[in-house]
């Protein structure tokens, strides 16, 4: 149990024996609702209890806040209570009441600061969703991993989650790929060909053209033109899909489905598609009408500034028919919300996405996080250009010299609808200015402790890789440690701050806000530094040691566990 949750349950119960005693007069208990206080000098805990009880209870806030007080049950947690302004009660801990905390992350491990989510809380999560007809710009890699870090933290708090990747692959951009690798291949056996404006004139273009020629010699330069275009669009397709795969997969994002928009305008057994079955379900709740030959959305009667068009009057689908299908979709296969990661740029689709959700009769089911640029940076000056290509730095090429860890980090640094500022020099630091960095020495400096306290028998066993760390650790602390000597400043510091886990995570997962989590590792990361500055780990008092070793031991699993929620693994050596 959370510390917040005992304290909780103890006010409560003071609220209870005042009623039984009739010390107060109220119907129910109201519920305590612990707060941390902004000023710790204030306490560890405060509650308003007294002051929203007021007018129920017809007694002033500071009478009803001395009646709990003074009812408060014996307890090793409450060190003082202190009843401040018109009725606050401000509760000081004692330091049993965090060492606690050190059992529970110990004996939790990767589960450490889980919650539970009531109600609906299913959620699809869609980002990265590119264009596979090109590689991937650094954009989608913050959207890759915003998107990851949100499903892992939105899990850690308790909801069901599916993650989603929706594949661009139909439309004139696709034809107009292969059309580019058409006008490439024909460039390389020596055909004076033009590159029509519409078409894709990446070096990546040349690289594919070159493979087809490589197997296929030139047997196309003669075929007919559509079979041709036809050809090389599913070649070329299947090459950048295969990328998509392999630099999501080495990043670290996976997705339970990678989700095809040509599905959309599949025919079933009865003739119709899914973007038959989304208009058709528009039409039964009356927001279809036809004008001019076409067929249009009242997007209006939910608040879009103009209706949209589904079918041109020349039978087309728009853009916008594909993005009413697919979440139509996804609203039948059974989430209960979605999520949408979207690239600044896109704001003004969100009002038309949200009324054709609020159509079929799911009002506030749609979820657009929109994601600011990406700027980077060499030691402060712009990147505009790779220096191997000489076209724009792609997503690979910055992993490629930064390191999924630090990219990861630099990418979920700042909130969601703010700017990234990326230095690919900073990010490569191996120094206490560089915050990943600063956070993963901490882990392995931990790990380096529990290694120096094992004997000699368990180390060589951990260093053959027979027994893990969480293993070791277990060899050199006492299943029924003592805990009562972490009594130091820096110690009650480390605890409370671990403490905080569950909350913050709680937080993050509501808010959409994963950035906290680079914040709390690097004020953890902090706080254990200065612990390890303060305080001798490996001691003479056999008892001391045990605590503290057990201390160190569940700050590293609160570390790894902070770091695996933004994607980013805690290393035992560096």
Not at 17 to 28: G, N, S, V
Not at 255 to 268: A, G, H
Not at 409 to 428: G, H, P
Not at 526 to 543: M, Q, S
Request: net charge negative.
């Amino acid at each position: 149990m959370q510390i917040r949750e005992h304290l909780e349950q103890l006010v409560e119960s003071a609220l209870q024996a005042a009623i039984d005693d009739h010390t107060l007069e109220l119907d129910e208990v109201p519920e305590a609702a612990l707060e941390r206080p902004r000023d710790l000098s204030n306490g560890d805990w405060a509650s308003t209890v007294a002051l929203r009880s007021a007018k129920l209870a017809h007694k002033a806030p500071r009478d009803i806040a001395q009646a709990i007080v003074d009812h408060l049950p014996e307890n090793d947690h409450i060190a003082s209570v202190d009843i401040a302004g018109p009725g606050f009660i401000n509760i000081k801990l004692t330091p049993t009441a965090y060492q606690g905390v050190v059992s529970e992350a110990r004996e939790q491990g990767a589960d450490f600061g889980k919650s539970t989510v009531e109600g609906p809380n299913y959620i699809n999560i869609e980002y990265v969703s590119a264009n596979p007809t090109g590689p991937f710009h650094v954009g989608h890699g913050r959207w890759a991993a915003l998107g990851d870090a949100t499903a892992r933290v939105l899990r850690h708090a308790g909801y069901r989650v599916y993650e989603e990747n929706y594949i661009n692959d139909h439309g004139v951009q696709m034809d107009n790929f292969g059309e580019s690798v058409a006008v490439r291949y024909q460039q390389l056996l020596g055909r004076d060909v033009p590159m029509p404006e519409s078409c894709y004139a990446g070096g990546y273009v040349k690289d594919i053209a070159q493979a087809i020629i490589d197997e296929d010699g030139d047997k196309w330069l003669d075929a007919d033109p559509d079979e041709r275009r036809l050809n090389f669009r599913e070649r070329a397709y299947a090459f950048e899909l295969s990328e998509q795969h392999r630099i999501l997969d080495e990043f670290g994002a996976t997705f339970d489905m990678w989700f095809s928009e040509r599905t959309l305008y599949v025919k079933d057994e009865h003739g119709k598609s899914q973007v038959d079955y989304a208009i058709e379900a528009m039409r039964e709740k009356g927001y279809i009408y036809e004008q001019d030959g076409a067929i249009w959305f009242k997007s209006t009667e939910f608040g879009d500034d103009k209706d949209r068009v589904l079918v041109k009057g020349n039978g087309e689908y728009t853009y916008f028919t594909s993005d009413v299908a697919y979440h139509y979709n996804k609203m039948q296969r059974g989430f209960d919300h979605l999520i949408d990661l979207w690239g600044a740029d896109h704001h003004g689709y969100i009002k038309r996405c949200e009324a054709m959700l609020a159509a079929w009769g799911y009002p506030g089911a749609l979820e657009v996080m929109l994601g600011q640029l990406v700027n980077l940076f060499r030691d402060g000056k712009p990147v505009r250009m790779s220096k191997r290509t000489g076209e724009m730095v792609t997503f690979e090429e910055v992993i490629d010299e930064v390191g999924v860890d630090s990219t990861r980090w630099m990418m979920l640094s700042r909130s969601s609808d703010q700017t990234i500022d990326f230095d690919i020099e900073a990010a490569k630091k191996k120094d206490a200015s560089n915050p990943v960095y600063y956070v993963q020495y901490a882990h392995a400096r931990i790990c380096s402790i529990l290694r120096k306290a094992a004997s000699a028998d368990v180390l060589a066993k951990y260093e053959a890789g027979e027994i893990s760390i969480d293993e070791l650790a277990k060899t050199v602390i006492p299943a029924d440690v003592d805990l009562s000597p972490l009594t130091d400043p820096s110690e009650i510091d480390l605890m409370r701050k671990m403490d905080t886990l569950q909350e913050l995570v709680a937080g993050a997962a509501r808010d959409r806000a994963a950035f906290r989590l680079t914040h709390y590792s690097q004020e953890l990361a902090g706080l254990f530094h200065a612990f390890y500055g303060n305080c001798h780990v490996i001691v003479d008092d056999e008892k001391l040691q045990a605590a503290r070793l057990a201390l160190v031991d569940a700050t590293r699993v609160v570390l790894e566990v902070s770091l695996g929620l933004l994607g980013i693994s805690a290393p035992e050596k560096m």
